[in-house]
């Protein structure tokens, strides 16, 4: 097997898409070097300390500006080695001067089939616009509100759906499986961009085994 792939995870909360990472890729595909907080109280951090997994927290109120704040948390991500970041959960914006230093190495999970309903409270604004469809999507973090290039994206069908709490229960496994898978992806240097369509990400099943697939 080849080298695993050295990644940080950015949280804020919960941390379930944290977990579903240090179940399936942590110590296969991919290395979990670096878990850093928004929030001092996120339960996240106790996930990844369970792992002994290094931790860290990076609290905007520490900070003269959300530039410093990104600087400074570059800088550790940067010294524990970790060569993607996914955001998992993470509430803040980043910089583009923090984008730059990790070039197409920032991925996150959106409750939500971009580009529709981006941001903030995505399932809300779902269930208020009336669809039927709804769905996860994981792709590369760009200087915009969710616009980067889409990696992975599946949809489910609730036609009925009227609670935030129902909705987010039926896409949860998905984000957990799709946050693994394209990590897993990216670790087998199986996502290529399109010639024909720089946005577009092929995903190159010839070198990647059927578990990642
Ligand atoms: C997920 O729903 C994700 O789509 C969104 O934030 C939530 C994080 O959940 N970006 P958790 O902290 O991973 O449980």
Known sequence: MSERLPIAVLVSGLGSNLQALLDTVHGREAEIVAVASSAEDATALDRAAARDVPTAVFARSLYADRDARDAALADWLA?????LVVLAGYMELLGEEFLERFPEGVINVHPSLLPAFPGLRAIEQALDYGVKVFGVTVHFVDAGMDT???????SVELPDA?????????????????LAQAVA?????????DPGNPRRRVIDLESVGAHVA
Request: a positive charge.
């Open 148 to 154: 980067g290039p889409v990696i992975l994206q599946r």
């Open 79 to 83: 010294q524990r080695g970790a060569r």
């Open 185 to 193: 992806l990216i670790a087998a240097g199986a996502l290529r961009a």
């Open 162 to 178: 009227r609670e935030p709490q129902e909705v987010l229960a039926a896409l949860r496994p998905l984000e957990h499986a799709m």
